[in-house]
């Protein structure tokens, strides 16, 4: 197990809730792959840290100031972000390994993404 914790930046931001909602079921399977893909590379290069119990802080970043929906990319974040972190830096995504999530937004016009901080809470 690691102590501390990691930083990985995903070059995507996730799809509103009501975007993601209303993609076709293989959509929604081929978006779950992207994400899954970028963590689990970014796992490797980081030497496959592991956690028992993790504090995870996601950071969007959109291209622009536009109004959003701000839940609704919670919502979709966490359950991309969440699925995608078990089995690599945590065990599972069930409440005994992941205590908790934190939201921030923020724009960068040149580099839209997202940042995942993943803290120990072991």
Same mark, same amino acid.
């Given at each position: 197990m690691k102590k501390g914790g990691v930083t990985i930046?995903?070059?995507?931001?996730?799809?509103?809730l009501n975007a993601y909602r209303r993609f076709h079921w293989r959509e929604q399977r081929k978006t779950e792959a992207? $994400? %899954?893909?970028?963590?689990?590379? %970014? $796992?490797?290069?980081?030497k496959r840290p592991t956690y028992k119990a993790a504090h995870i802080t996601l950071h969007f970043h959109f291209p622009d100031r536009r109004l959003r929906d701000l839940d609704n990319y919670m919502a979709t974040g966490s359950k991309l972000v969440g699925d995608a972190l078990k089995g690599c830096f945590i065990p599972d995504d069930s409440p005994g390994y992941l205590k908790g999530w934190s939201f921030l937004f923020g724009m960068d016009r040149k580099n839209p993404r997202t940042v995942i901080e993943i803290r120990s809470e072991a």
């Open positions: 930046s995903v070059p995507l931001l996730p799809p509103s992207i $994400w %899954k893909e970028y963590i689990f590379m %970014k $796992w490797l290069e980081l």
